[in-house]
């Protein structure tokens, strides 16, 4: 393709090439979906014994609407533990969900329940090495819930980190099944973000004791719900929305309230209607198709949403038979503005976004704009349009009504025509360190280009400990390998936050280069993340070397070490393992380890198993506009 573009063709041709390019494995997950689909409720088909021992648990009365095969029956699978705030508010959702499916027609029954765990618990231990395998876990253990061929359509109630993602390929394996995601809302204000980062800092320096730090992390993270700054979780609810797998305006009322409980029940109602048996057959299969793919990328640009999400889109994605690369992902990057700030890339949480117009107007903006789909399909009906509107209880009943049409709150949420920046918050950056990712929605202007020596640690201990010593007080590219999924399960390296922070505040010119991940809540650092291939691998990154002058450019995408092509090629690869795999459960893992797949592809131990390439595909012809040149790069580097 060539000549200038715009926007919205811009859009419409990432769409396009994704979609020719996904062709021969979406239609034959298609084709799986469709032997799936049969008349009458899915248990009229399983033998005698199997479907006794199916209801053989149940009340009389529901025994009874069990064998009569006419009725649809709505699996509940839930993330509910009471360790985490996020899915605390789940407790009591299972027995209002049932309810509220009897009174819309149907029969409902816990499916089963899945891991959650909280990466805000295992910062810095070694248990966030099971953190990102956990959401594969969360698809095994989904699909094991849904195996029993009871149900005819799925609930499913999860929030965080890898939850929903992990639900969600878990739902995609079973895509005949209508699938709606229930969230249970953030946890209202608490002290602020600012001040929260502030504390962290002077902890750092030893200018504040461990009690002043945990009274500030407690009146931050102070109840049920979600965490409110801007990070995977809230990031999760976001595209669940944009991408049409909740009810419209479902992601961000609080727990508790009145019009949380509605909307719940609403839900529950709503996946009733719209199974197999109905006139409105809504399978989950055909929700996730390479329309609402692109939207939920386009939703995560135009709000600076979390970086976890270039690995997890991806996953998702395949998991649908839908080949989505980091290369669309950054095109898509160059045309899509920023139009919310919340912090980490700004000062307001996720209730002040919400106050602000919340998703119903950012998707206003973005459709109005053409950067959104309109014509796909979601749980609410047809059309994107509808997420434009808000709920609200209104004499006892849930109602739905237009939505803000400007901005409460311009220092939060804007306009398309006035955005934060022309370009979406995350970019992905290339060059003989193989390409990674790079949150720049919270990196200021003069911090997003610098050049600057190597000091390269293996683990983020290494780090801290000469950070504490007083071993890095020069301008630096910090680089901290063998961090990747196939290393040690790729941890959040979110802990770094605040030396690197006190490190900038100081003067010093700094970034970080990693093959690990930092967080959805990742900071004002420049951060080549997700380096691939990784140090595990051979890639470059483990030819790295002390003192080796690193350049990360976020403005033109780039990052290059200096050192002329045929030393760096004849250097070796520092690829051990940092520490044995043992404690913390990690021994149980080693099989993920030994068969994960790279960043760039979803970091997936599943593979070939969902009929996709474990190579890396083309991502197609450039693009190019007025004062834009987007390169779409076809190279990788994987070993």
Not at 154 to 166: E, F, N, R, S, T
Not at 372 to 395: F, I, K, S
């Amino acid at each position: 393709m060539t000549g200038p573009i715009g926007p919205i063709t811009a859009i419409q041709e990432i769409t396009d090439r994704i979609a020719r390019r996904s062709e021969p494995t979406r239609s034959a997950y298609l084709g799986r979906v469709s032997e799936s689909v049969r008349s009458g409720p899915s248990r009229g088909r399983l033998g005698c014994a199997n479907l006794a021992h199916g209801f053989a648990a149940m009340d009389p009365q529901e025994k009874t609407v069990l064998r009569g095969v006419t009725k649809p029956n709505i699996a509940i699978v839930s993330a509910y533990n009471d360790l985490l705030s996020a899915h605390k508010p789940f407790e009591d959702y299972p027995a209002r969900i049932k309810k509220s499916v009897i009174r819309a027609g149907g029969i409902a029954q816990f499916a089963g329940g899945v891991p959650a765990m909280c990466d805000g618990i295992t910062q810095g231990r070694d248990g966030m090495q099971l953190s990102l395998f956990s959401r594969d876990v969360i698809a095994m253990a989904t699909g094991v819930a849904l195996s029993h061929e009871m149900f005819d359509a799925a609930v499913m109630l999860g929030v965080c980190d890898k939850i929903v993602p992990g639900l969600l390929i878990g739902a995609l394996a079973f895509g005949h099944l209508p699938t709606i995601l229930v969230p249970a809302g953030p946890m209202t204000s608490g002290i602020p973000n600012g001040e929260k980062a502030r504390i962290r800092k002077l902890f750092e320096q030893g200018l504040v004791d461990r009690q002043t730090l945990l009274d500030t992390e407690a009146a931050s993270y102070h109840g049920p719900g979600t965490c409110t700054f801007y990070g995977t979780a809230n990031s999760n609810q976001l595209l669940m929305e944009v991408m049409g797998l909740h009810l419209p305006g479902a992601s961000l009322p609080n727990p508790g309230t009145e019009l949380r409980d509605a909307l719940t029940d609403a839900a529950a109602a709503r996946v009733t209607g719209i199974t197999a048996q109905s006139q409105q057959y809504t399978p989950i299969a055909h929700v996730i198709d390479e329309k609402a793919v692109v939207n939920g990328v386009v939703g995560l640009l135009a709000t600076g949403g979390s970086t976890n999400h270039t690995i997890h889109l991806v996953a998702v994605a395949r998991a649908a038979g839908i080949a989505l690369t980091w290369d669309d992902i950054s095109d898509l990057g160059r045309v899509v503005p920023l139009l919310s700030r919340i912090y980490p890339n700004g000062s307001a949480d996720v209730n002040h976004f919400h106050a602000a117009g919340g998703i119903g107007l950012l998707i206003r903006e973005l459709l109005d704009a053409g950067l959104l789909h309109d014509d796909v399909l979601t749980v609410a009906g047809p059309g994107l349009r509808r997420y434009t509107e808000e709920p609200v209880v209104a004499d006892g009943a849930l109602q739905w009504r237009p939505g803000p049409t400007r901005t409460l709150d311009a220092d939060v949420l804007r306009p398309v025509a006035d955005p934060f920046s022309p370009e979406g918050g995350i970019r992905i950056v290339h060059g003989n360190l193989g390409q990674a990712v790079v949150k720049v929605s919270a990196v200021a202007p003069e911090h997003q280009v610098i050049t600057a020596p190597a000091r390269v640690f293996d683990t983020d201990a290494g780090f801290l400990a000469a950070f504490r010593a007083g071993d890095l007080t020069q301008d630096v590219v910090v680089v901290i390998r063998q961090q990747g999924p196939a290393a040690n399960g790729m941890p959040e390296l979110h802990g770094l936050t605040s030396a690197l922070g006190v490190m900038q505040d100081r003067g010093q010119r700094v970034a970080l280069v990693t093959d690990g991940r930092m967080s959805g809540a990742s900071g004002a650092i420049p951060a080549a993340i997700h380096v691939t291939p990784e140090a595990a691998f051979g890639g470059p990154i483990s030819r790295v070397c002390d003192g080796d002058v690193i350049t990360l450019d976020c403005r033109a995408s780039t990052l290059l070490v200096d050192v002329e092509a045929a030393e760096f090629a004849a250097r070796p690869s520092v690829t051990h393992s940092a520490a044995p795999a043992f404690g913390a459960g990690r021994e149980l893992f080693a099989a993920f380890r030994a068969t994960v797949g790279p960043a760039d592809l979803g970091a997936s131990v599943f593979g070939d198993a969902l009929g996709m390439t474990t190579s890396s595909p083309a991502a197609g012809a450039p693009i190019t506009g007025p004062g834009l040149e987007i390169h779409s790069t076809d190279e990788r580097l994987h070993a």
